[in-house]
């Protein structure tokens, strides 16, 4: 049938990690990479691996329980990805916690464990998968960003300096692996309606969704949609960039 070409899955053949894909946005990106054919690597802590299994099962996908920032994950992680799959071609790097307070009463703890967490657990994961070529040619790199890494938010200081800072990381990273065919990109969305933003202050969430460009909470499968389309062999052109999503209309 003619249509059949139209809606031919984009990602067959091609391997992809998703981190944090228990829930919230990284399960919708799961769900949506196996959607295009993607074999898709699912990555958790091993408190969400009920969750996990429950996933992979609906999607033909391989469970992992890895704490990104556990002593040495990225090196395990290497390891087993060539051993089951010899490379890998796509990774979202999803996994990513907030611990919100105002700084002058922030302890270490919760600074050290956001900057972990969501900034050197990622550039740890991409060195080991880029110096041993275990992410393969015409690789994808897709880093979570945030609208708070761009316009800042009350009570995150810590989160919006590791959001920002992935801006700058993708942005210096491209141009790096570019002749590779590789590319490197962040998505900053708005206020997704996921378990991340039920903790917040009433005022702060409703404030969120009030400001987005979809005039409500956006949903995970909004940002899914996006990294699945950075992910695709036709956004070879598309690197460096931080793209927002379910963005606040004014900034
Ligand atoms: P969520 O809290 O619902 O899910 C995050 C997942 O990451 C959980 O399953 C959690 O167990 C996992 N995770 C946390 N630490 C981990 C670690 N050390 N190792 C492996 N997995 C770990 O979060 P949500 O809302 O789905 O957010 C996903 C990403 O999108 C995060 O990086 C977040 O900062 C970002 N984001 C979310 C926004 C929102 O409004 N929900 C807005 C902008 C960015």
Request: aromatic share 4%; net charge neutral; proline share 4%.
């Amino acid at each position: 049938a003619p249509n059949a070409v139209l809606f031919a899955p984009m990602l067959p053949g091609k391997v992809a990690l998703v981190t944090g894909a228990a829930r919230g946005i990284g399960l919708a990106t799961a769900e949506r990479l196996a959607q295009e054919g993607a074999t898709v690597i699912c990555a958790d802590v091993p408190a969400a691996s009920r969750e996990l299994d429950a996933l992979c099962s609906r999607i033909g996908g391989m469970p992992l329980e890895l704490d990104i920032a556990a002593q040495d994950a990225a090196g395990q992680l290497a390891a087993l990805l060539v051993e089951r799959f010899g490379g890998v071609d796509i990774v979202v790097h999803n996994a990513g916690i907030t611990r919100d307070k105002t700084l002058g009463k922030m302890d270490g703890g919760a600074w050290d464990a956001v900057l972990n967490v969501n900034f050197a657990a990622i550039a740890a994961i991409d060195r080991a998968l880029l110096s041993g070529r275990v992410l393969r040619d015409e690789g994808r790199i897709v880093c979570l960003s945030s609208i708070s890494g761009v316009a800042g938010n009350f009570g995150q200081t810590n989160y919006a300096a590791t959001k920002a800072a992935l801006i700058g990381y993708v942005a210096a990273l491209a141009p790096a692996v570019a002749a590779r065919g590789i590319t490197v990109n962040a998505v900053a969305p708005g206020f997704i309606e996921t378990a991340m933003v039920a903790k917040m202050p009433f005022m702060t969430r409703e404030l969120g969704r009030r400001l987005n460009s979809v005039q409500q909470g956006g949903l995970p499968r909004d940002v899914a949609e996006l990294i699945t389309f950075l992910c695709t062999p036709g956004a070879h052109g598309i690197t460096g960039n931080t793209i927002r999503v379910c963005g606040q209309g004014l900034i």
